[in-house]
């Protein structure tokens, strides 16, 4: 029997970019067969699909792989062209929201792991230039999408939603882990945002449970940087 | 009517990138050079979260960020294509383009460094390539498939500035028969009578690299 639309995706439960990709393929509606990696003993199969980054996620679609989460998300939007659609239609309004996608990952993102690594004064100052970040984003996001921001309950989850939420829906965990990080004060519409997200039944389907989440960030956060 | 604009500066590979991409669309525009020194109120009012280049301004609409830039232009622009149809071959050119990206700071280090540290720098360099030849470009003629197309730009970086970073840095990092799947890729792409078309001037792009690196090297020290 001939395989129509295999789609096979490699992750690792706790991870927020595998997380990307399974909320897209829930959102879309598409089947699919979910293989958990052991990072420690990577399969074969993981091996094969991402030579380059022998990372998660890969998506398997009929046999041919897709990595780098984002890549993946564009890839999905293309192939199941059905509504709902991830991103907008109109080329501009892609850009800006590939843009702050950007921004989320190579900005905001990537000051997470000073914060955890540091300590004392040094942290202090890595949250304020997190804060400082998320301001800029919270503005541009307002001043380039002000009819869709703040989300709007049963609006559909696009692009931007799947990114921001996977990441920071989990903040009570850092928040328990790490270090406060955010507030409603200091950050009214990113928490606003964050709060419908958690919401949503299909984000509430795919985020990993706190309790469990709070463990594993511990192992690999604290163990490593004591 | 039209309005394209576009906001970069002459040393910048990311600049360049966009320039080919309107070259090779045949789109109209206007070529603003930026003094990133003296950044100008028109580069502070169409990126103000950044405040880089390249910015593509279309009808008063700006568009910051190469990549988000590059895919703009394709998608306002479809004629003379520089994705594949193919949403496979779509993903494996955006995994290519992005994989550049992440690793330049790998590529620009051999150019940063001295002594001990450079050395490193060379053989990360050499293994990068290699992947970037097997994986990447594998027996295609381009990263994209038969034809130029945005990821051959992105990856334009090697013939343009690969050499200049070398050169300027004192360090060779490839022999002559090193990679030569890369090497026809390399002719291939400053054949493209476009790309021959708008490249910059290879004596100051060196002048300017071996300055730069003096800067560079005495704020390190320092």
């Known amino acids: ?226 | 009517m039209e309005e394209v604009k576009l906001l970069g500066v002459w040393p910048s590979p990311y600049s360049y990138r966009v320039i080919w991409a309107l070259e090779l669309k045949g789109v109209k525009y206007e070529y603003v050079k930026e003094d990133l020194a003296n950044k100008s109120d028109l580069l502070l009012r169409y990126n103000p979260v950044h405040q880089k280049v390249p910015v593509l301004v279309h009808n008063e609409k700006p568009i910051a960020e190469s990549t988000v830039i590059l895919e703009y232009i394709e998608e306002t622009w479809p004629h003379n294509p520089l994705l594949p149809t193919d949403p496979h071959e779509r993903a494996f050119a955006r995994f290519w383009i992005k994989f550049l990206d992440d690793k330049s700071p790998t590529l620009v280090g051999l150019y940063l460094t001295v002594g001990e540290e450079q050395e490193k720098a060379t053989k990360e360099v050499r293994e990068l390539l290699k992947i970037i030849e097997e994986q990447g470009l594998g027996e295609k003629k381009y990263f994209g498939g038969d034809k130029i197309g945005l990821a051959d730009l992105v990856f334009g970086f090697i013939p343009v500035w690969l050499g200049v970073l070398e050169e300027s840095a004192g360090v060779k990092v490839t022999k002559p028969d090193d990679f030569p799947r890369l090497q026809v890729w390399i002719e291939n792409f400053r054949e493209n009578p476009v790309i021959k078309a708008n490249l910059p001037d290879p004596h100051q792009l060196l002048a300017h690299s071996k300055q730069k690196r003096e800067v560079l090297l005495a704020s390190k020290i320092a």
Not at chain 1, 166 to 187: G, I, M, Q, R
Request: hydrophobic letters at 40%; a negative charge.
């Open chain 1, 1 to 226: 029997m001939e395989k129509q639309n295999e789609v096979v995706l490699f992750g690792t439960w706790a991870s927020a970019f595998c997380k990307r990709v399974e909320l897209a393929l829930k959102i879309k509606g598409i089947p699919y067969e979910y293989v958990e990696e052991d990072l420690t003993n990577k399969s074969e199969s993981l091996l094969h699909y991402n030579p380059v980054h022998k990372k998660v996620p890969v998506l398997v679609h009929n046999g041919k792989p897709i990595s780098e989460s984002l890549v993946i998300l564009e890839y999905i939007d293309e192939c199941w062209n059905n509504t709902p659609k991830l991103l907008p239609e109109d080329p501009y309004q892609r850009a800006k929201v590939r843009f702050w996608v950007n921004f989320f990952d190579h900005q905001i993102m990537a000051r997470l792991l000073p914060i955890i690594m540091t300590r004392g004064e040094e942290r202090e100052k890595a949250i304020k230039e997190f804060n400082e970040l998320l301001k800029v984003f919270e503005e541009g996001i307002n001043k380039d999408f002000p009819e869709e921001f703040p989300f709007l309950e049963g609006k559909t989850l696009g692009y931007l939603d799947i990114v921001v939420g996977t990441a920071l829906c989990n903040y009570e965990a850092f928040h328990e882990v790490v270090d406060v990080v955010f507030s409603p004060e200091k950050n009214p519409v990113i928490m606003a945002w964050v709060k419908a997200l958690k919401n949503h039944p299909l984000m509430k389907e795919t985020l990993p449970p706190h309790d469990k989440f709070v463990d594993k960030m511990r192992e690999k956060y604290l163990d490593q940087y004591p």
